[in-house]
């Protein structure tokens, strides 16, 4: 088992400085553009592809590493450089999430080197879970997976909403309810494959920030998949239905759902998603406070700017270490015992929505303008509190999980 430690490795450290280049060569020369545009970039996706960044195999290498940090310092980098394009590159990483999570090793194979295609010809992949009606409240879900047992395939009916690369991605990831009396407990997650009849794009969304990553609805019409294209297999969960089942008889434990532990995963990566943003602006505020003079003096010699900036730094590095912490626990089997996960998101969250938000403040009328990037920044940190669980939804699942409560 690694040890935890506050050092990276020359190895990470490689890596990291690797990325943080692409990141300040390729992404920021392309942010404001694909911002304003509104569309996917392709070209800096094939870009990635290129140079090995968006591939499996990359993803793969950071997402075993032994300390966990892998995935973290990636995400940070990436997001250093802008947001809606760094998402438009990790983006296919929940789907892939979402079937290493609950697929079995053949799935695993099968599906998720199909979601990246390869350098010549780049695909991107989408998790669907969340609907109109059932957004956070995941037991609210509509979507229905019908078993077909004369031609073992499962029917798919429903609508999914703010899937990140929906209707535009190879491989769809479907979570869908296949027994409604079990609630949550009734869910199962399902692969569409390429090209199969009655998936279609519902509205693309134009969104306040991260505009340059694909936000769509997906409409499911009498999809049918194959049966091998339930992830885990029907054996596995006729077996965890009749558990549910009888824990519902007995009053016993929860069963985690489909959604829920591919979003349990990702969350320390959300969060450092975060800390990429929040620091990417910090170091705008800084420098512009070094290098702008008012009354005869740079601002940064003003105690109201100084300690501004060393409050946003703080946090962040605060930010860092619970992303770090959640990331190694999960990385070497600790369970998260008091949320810890959540509380990383929660927190690097809040914080980017904060750090940016003082950025613009420190650069005044500077800040507000689309002439600096900290407006921008402060757009897309939004995002950061509302996907992948909202922060009142962390505070929910990190309030019951010390309490031991059900608290609403």
């Not at 190895?11 to 992404?27: N, P, S, T």
């Not at 073992?152 to 009916?157: A, H």
């Not at 505009?211 to 769509?216: C, E, P, V």
């Amino acid at each position: 088992m690694a040890e935890f430690t506050m050092e990276l490795n020359d190895e990470q450290k490689e890596v990291r400085d690797w990325l943080h280049g692409f990141a300040a060569d390729v992404i920021r020369p392309a942010a404001a553009e694909w911002d304003e545009r509104e569309e996917t970039p392709w070209p800096v996706i094939q870009e990635a592809a290129k140079l090995g960044i968006y591939s499996l195999d990359f993803y793969a290498q950071q997402f075993f590493d032994p300390t966990g940090l892998g995935i973290p310092m990636t995400m940070e980098e990436l997001f250093w450089g802008d947001a809606g394009i760094a998402l438009s590159i990790v983006g296919t990483g929940l789907a892939a999430v979402g079937v290493l999570a609950n697929g079995t090793e053949e799935q695993i194979g099968t599906w998720v080197p199909q979601m990246y295609g390869d350098a010549n010809d780049v695909k991107v992949a989408a998790f669907c879970s969340s609907e109109p009606d059932a957004g956070s409240d995941v037991g609210a879900m509509r979507t229905r997976a019908v078993y077909d047992e004369a031609k073992d395939e499962w029917v798919l009916n429903g609508t999914k909403t703010w899937a990140t690369n929906g209707g535009i991605a190879n491989v769809h990831v479907v979570v869908a309810v296949v027994d409604p009396e079990l609630g949550t407990k009734g869910h199962a997650s399902f692969i569409v494959p390429p090209n199969t009849p009655g998936l279609s794009q519902g509205q693309k969304f134009k969104k306040h920030g991260i505009r340059a990553s694909h936000t769509a609805e997906v409409v499911l019409e009498n999809v049918r998949v194959p049966g091998h294209c339930l992830l885990g297999g029907k054996d596995k969960l006729d077996e965890r239905l009749a558990r549910a089942r009888e824990r519902a008889k007995t009053g016993g434990e929860r069963v985690k759902n489909a959604a829920m532990a591919t979003f349990e995963a990702s969350r320390p990566a959300v969060g450092a998603m975060a800390v990429g943003t929040a620091r990417a602006a910090y170091e705008e505020a800084l420098e512009y406070a070094k290098t702008r003079s008012q009354f005869g003096r740079p601002i940064i010699d003003n105690q109201g700017v100084a300690f501004q900036l060393a409050d946003m730094r703080t946090q962040i590095d605060a930010a860092r270490l619970l992303v770090w912490r959640a990331s190694w626990m999960a990385t070497t089997g600790k369970k998260f015992e008091n949320a810890e996960g959540s509380m990383s998101k929660l927190y690097a969250s809040e914080t980017a929505k904060k750090v940016t938000a003082q950025a613009i403040q420190i650069l005044g009328g500077n800040g507000f303008t689309r002439e600096y990037p900290v407006e921008r920044m402060h757009r897309d940190a939004a995002i950061y509190t509302i996907f992948e669980g909202t922060s009142e939804i962390q505070r929910l699942v990190i309030a019951r999980t010390l309490s031991g409560m059900p608290i609403r």
